[in-house]
């Protein structure tokens, strides 16, 4: 079955970097694009940035020039490097993937941003 796990979140400064992991399983990786979104307290989750099965990447305008979504095939993860953090990035940021027309999800990582 689809899994999806992921680490990394945390307490970071504004300003600061996180790195958040995503190890995938139970589906053909490399073939499937990959999202991170987030939900912030009161707020609806929201697309932060996806990877396509051939490497290309977006980004939310929010977000764009601060965080970089990546892929690794070989060990079934994807990242997503944020840096330039601010308290607004406080939120649950979860992974994603869509095989055969079903939303999968991970368990969702806290990142809060705060001095």
């Known amino acids: 079955q689809v899994q999806l796990v992921e680490s990394g979140g945390g307490l970071v400064q504004p300003g600061g970097s996180l790195r958040l992991s995503c190890a995938a399983s139970?589906?053909?990786?490399?073939?499937?694009?990959m999202g991170w979104y987030r939900q912030a307290p009161g707020k609806q989750r929201e697309l932060v940035a996806r990877?396509?099965?051939?490497?290309?990447?977006n980004a939310a305008d929010s977000v764009k020039g601060r965080f970089t979504i990546s892929r690794d095939n070989a060990k079934n993860t994807v990242y997503l490097q944020m840096n330039s953090l601010k308290p607004e990035d406080t939120a649950v940021y979860y992974c994603?993937?869509?095989?055969?027309?079903?939303?999968?999800w991970g368990q969702g990582t806290q990142v809060t941003v705060s001095s």
């Open positions: 994603n993937v869509q095989v055969a027309l079903r939303d999968y």
């Open positions: 139970g589906f053909s990786f490399r073939m499937y694009t």
């Open positions: 990877i396509f099965s051939g490497g290309t990447a």
